[in-house]
């Protein structure tokens, strides 16, 4: 089974973390939040640009990510931690109809997660909850195939502020925004003679969140948060050995746009970037109904959000 690709995914976010933390150490003028934050880097490999023939399929991704540091010059030492566990069933279905040349698909994201945040440094103690996270759709997939070599998939993902949000507790915040997300997303593969140059691009457009608590003492203001625009990229390059075996290298770069606003209120210099790679290894036995994928990232260039390792494990099932 070719994998689906990834047009959308959890957004096992810790940089919701972050916005809260910044704000706490700077103040209002010098450390806002730093991005909407609902992708999370590095979600999709190997094929992503290569949409499977009609049926229904099931993809299952499970994550876990280590945030063991809190990247921000202007913020004192402190002891940040997160870790989070998120895993999430998505449904795809590829009609057997065409239009401008591509098939016709549609796909459905249910994340759940579990998520614990501290820094007593900055007033962060043991925060931690489980749950529901914004459910990820799109009505309308169209993916190409300009022959056996070049594949290509654009899709318009879609992220409903459906999770059990709470203004007051950081690790509900991870999965769960309290805004809508709009991604454009055009992803590519190139495959020839066992290589395979896969490449994931995303743009991110995302409404408000008019109940964003700023942190601080009791009675601290809620504000409407106005994250900024981001664009973000997974990519791949790997081998596929006769036996089903791919192995390569996996990564991902996200940069914030533009400038978060509170209040109509620009933040300046405040944007996130980060970029990560690692190494992936698929097993896809007979290229039949199932295969799994195992990657580990290491992420480098961290600015203004948390950093550290992650491992994700992704499997997929053709009905």
């Known amino acids: 089974m070719k994998n689906f690709a ?25 450390g806002l939040p730093g991005s909407g934050g609902h992708y999370p880097n590095g979600a999709e490999d190997f094929m992503v640009g290569a949409l499977p023939p009609p049926g229904t399929y099931l993809v299952n991704y499970m994550i876990l990510a280590q945030k063991n540091s809190l990247s921000n010059k202007s913020l004192p030492p402190n002891d940040f931690n997160a870790g989070v566990f998120a895993e999430v069933p998505r449904l795809i279905y590829v009609s057997p109809y065409k239009l401008f040349g591509a098939s016709l698909a549609a796909h459905i994201f249910v994340p759940f997660y579990s998520a614990d945040i501290n820094d ?25 195939h300009f022959g056996p070599e070049l594949h290509a998939v654009f899709a318009l993902d879609m992220w409903a502020p459906t999770g059990n949000y709470d ?5 509900t915040q991870v999965l769960s925004k309290n805004h809508w997300t709009f991604e454009p997303v055009l992803a590519v593969s190139y495959l020839k003679e066992g290589f395979d140059a896969s490449l994931k691009l995303m743009y991110d457009f995302n409404t408000d969140n008019d109940k964003y608590l700023m942190p601080g003492p009791p009675g601290s203001p809620t504000v409407k948060l106005s994250p900024g625009q981001e664009f973000h990229m997974d990519w791949a390059l790997g081998y596929s050995l006769k036996n089903g075996l791919t192995g390569g290298l996996v990564g991902y770069n996200y940069w914030q746009v533009s400038d978060d606003e509170v209040n109509s209120k620009k933040v300046a210099n405040q944007k996130s970037q980060v970029g990560g790679i690692g190494v992936g290894f698929k097993y896809w036995p007979k290229q039949g109904p199932f295969s799994m994928t195992l990657k580990q990232y290491w992420e480098y260039s961290a600015q203004n959000m948390p950093t550290g390792p992650q491992t994700v494990f992704k499997v997929s099932y053709a009905f």
């Open 120 to 144: 007593p440094a900055l007033g962060i103690n043991n925060q931690n909850d489980k749950g529901l996270g914004d459910i990820i759709f799109s009505p309308l997939v169209f993916g190409w």
């Open 167 to 171: 203004k007051t507790n950081l690790a």
């Open 6 to 30: 990834s047009t959308g995914f959890i957004r096992t976010i810790w940089i919701s973390a972050v916005f809260s933390l910044l704000i706490a150490a700077n103040g209002w003028a010098g």
